[in-house]
């Protein structure tokens, strides 16, 4: 049991393993999850430290493809279906995630301005993650047929 109880979490410990698994050079070797989803957290001050506007760089976009895949995987625990996540940018942070079960697009979440992608805490990620996740499992039990095709 770890001193924060958000860190025993399925959603927690799924973005621990997405993360570990884009680290091809073993930089998150040997480190905590907390250390691990650090980027994930934007304080008021790290925010006021991106500028408004600008291009993500491939590690932001890392970070919101593996935010979007625990959420899939997490579809795929549940409902026992293959969940696929689509994530589709422009060069200026500026696109759509999708996460689809079949033929029933689950998840639709428009991004924008994904350079600044981050979350208050990992509760806040946590709770966001859950309402997509609520969502997508209402769909799914609404239109079973079509998540089933």
């Known amino acids: 049991m770890s001193p924060d109880p958000i860190l025993d979490t399925d959603f927690i410990k799924e973005m621990s393993r997405q993360m570990r698994a884009l ?3 073993g930089t ?3 480190k ?3 250390e691990v989803l650090a980027p994930f957290v934007l304080t008021k001050e790290r925010k ?3 500028p408004l506007v600008g291009d993500p760089d491939e590690e932001t976009v890392a970070r919101v493809k593996a935010f979007y895949n625990a959420i899939a995987v997490l579809i795929e625990k549940e409902c026992k279906l293959l969940a ?3 994530v589709h940018l422009t060069h200026e942070g500026f ?8 033929k029933l697009v689950t998840v639709d979440k428009t991004l924008r301005d994904v350079h600044r992608f981050g979350f208050a805490s990992l509760s806040k990620m946590k ?3 859950d309402k997509l996740l609520a969502v997508a499992i209402e769909r799914i039990g609404q239109h079973s047929a ?3 095709m």
Do not use: F, M, N
């Open 23 to 25: 680290d091809t050079y």
């Open 28 to 30: 998150y070797a040997g």
């Open 32 to 34: 905590s999850t907390t």
């Open 48 to 50: 006021a430290d991106i």
């Open 84 to 86: 696929v996540p689509l």
């Open 95 to 102: 696109g759509r995630a999708l996460i689809t079960v079949g």
């Open 127 to 129: 709770d966001e993650a």
């Open 146 to 148: 079509v998540a089933g």
